[in-house]
């Protein structure tokens, strides 16, 4: 049975949200993310989301399903006519074809572009509508200024955007002042009850770094048995690790009880390194390990402009994961085993190094799944490789959140931020960040000083 629309909120009181082409490849389901209130979408926007639906990119994918959706949804109506989003009960939307506004973008800012097309529907839509509350919604800053110069409301769309960056939760707490006993505890039997260090339980799988006085010890908070254990420094594939939240880290990599792991941190800290080697120490208990990164065009140019095959166009990209790989083998003579385990496993596919992209549509079942750059995804792109796990499988997300390469994302709106911020709790996940540089001396300066 259907029901009317509520009553308690008019006509006048429905806000008129205008999206642009940004939002809709952030989230193609963005339209459905404004409650009781209204939602335009100017012709400029389906004519670029045109431009983008051909193609194995997640905004391709984006603009397609975007399109079939206004095409499922208009039903009988007229893309002119207010179209209810989720039934009746909630907000409808449009497609507003008109761009004469007295106000004319395209002469004010001396140019013809959608940007400023999109600009003058919203004019027209503040002109038809005066006594409503008209809003041009995009991840375009420089949009957002043009729209404030022109006297338009302008906002960020905030789905899937985290509050504050300084308090993103960091996955370790320094304790200071801890009995003795308890140190000593978890020396002599690698655990004790966590009751002991405080009345309030921490995040599951919170590490911590227990001090007193000349004494410390590194434990994790295992919310199963309310356990604090102690976290011991181990080697993975000869990689060691040099500070606590390395040790952190490889903790985390090594337990296989632990199915999704995060690492954030600056260029240097080990994020990568670290989650490849513990991938090849956990190797016999996977199918197959994965590594993979987003790719990025330079100057915001398709790979599809590189000379060669596929592999050769995408190579550029992966030459940070191949450089890792190397790494670790230069650690070993190549009459050693573990040399040749790792050739062996890349001739036979099992371990893989490929774009994220090309990864799509494989099985996802008994794998180590390493994502690289994942501060690259979108919100949207990290559930698409999450809801995608299959029995066995660990994931392992890296990146640096302050160094974005992506148009339209930010510190706080890119998908490895949100996911920290939403998965902060879950037994199965734990988080890192790795504050230290380990790189090299002028790494390290370069991080600070530059």
């Known amino acids: 049975m259907t029901t009317r629309r509520k009553k308690s909120i008019s006509e006048n009181e429905r806000k008129i949200f205008v999206l642009d082409t940004s939002v809709i490849l952030y989230d193609h389901t963005a339209i459905r993310n404004f409650k009781d209130n209204d939602v335009v979408i100017p012709i400029t926007v389906l004519e670029e989301l045109d431009n983008f ?128 006993s308890i140190i000593q505890a978890l020396y002599e039997h690698g655990e004790c009850d966590a009751k002991q260090l405080t009345k ?50 490889l903790d985390a990599l090594l337990n296989d009880e632990i199915r999704l792991v995060t690492l954030q941190g600056v260029a240097g800290t080990g994020k990568t390194l670290l989650s490849i080697a513990g991938a090849l120490e956990r190797r016999r208990n996977y199918q197959q390990i994965y590594l993979a990164r987003p790719i990025v065009p330079l100057s915001n140019k398709d790979i599809g402009y590189l000379p060669g095959d596929v592999q050769q166009k995408i190579n550029p990209y992966m030459e940070p994961l191949w450089d890792n790989l190397k790494y670790i083998k230069s ?66 997300f890296t990146g640096d959140i302050h160094q974005i390469d992506t148009p339209y994302l930010d510190a706080q709106s890119n998908g490895l931020s949100y996911l920290i911020e939403k998965f902060k709790g879950q037994s199965i996940y734990a988080h890192v960040t790795l504050e230290k540089g380990e790189r090299s001396l002028l790494a390290n300066l370069a991080n600070e000083l530059l």
């Not at 302008?154 to 308090?167: L, P, S, W």
């Open 200 to 249: 309030q339980k921490p995040i599951p799988n919170q590490y911590l770094i227990l001090k007193n006085n000349q004494q410390s010890v590194l434990a994790r908070y295992d919310a199963t048995t309310n356990k604090l254990i102690r976290v011991q420094k181990l080697s993975a594939y000869s990689i060691t690790p040099k500070n606590a939240e390395q040790t952190f880290a």
């Open 331 to 396: 650690l070993y003579s190549e009459k050693d085993k573990e040399f040749r385990q790792i050739n062996d496993m890349v001739e036979n596919e099992k371990l893989v190094v490929s774009a994220l992209a090309y990864i799509r549509g494989r099985s996802l079942s008994n794998i180590f799944f390493i994502i690289d750059e994942a501060q690259n995804l979108t919100p949207h792109e990290i559930k698409t490789i999450i809801t995608r796990a299959g029995e066995g499988t660990k994931i392992v």
């Open 53 to 180: 639906k051909k193609g194995n990119d997640t905004k391709n994918f984006a603009a397609r399903e975007f399109i079939r959706y206004i095409d499922k949804q208009s039903g009988d109506h007229t893309l002119q006519d207010w179209i209810p989003i989720n039934g009746r009960t909630t907000g409808r939307f449009k497609i507003e074809m008109h761009t004469d506004a007295k106000l004319n973008a395209e002469k004010i800012f001396d140019e013809k572009k959608p940007d400023h097309k999109i600009l003058n529907t919203t004019i027209y839509l503040q002109e038809k509508y005066p006594n409503r509350k008209v809003i041009l919604v995009t991840k375009d800053i420089n949009l957002r200024i043009k729209a404030k110069s022109l006297n338009i409301l302008a906002e960020d769309y905030e789905t899937g955007k985290i509050k504050e960056v300084e308090e993103l939760y960091t996955g370790k707490t320094i304790i200071e002042k801890v009995k003795p």
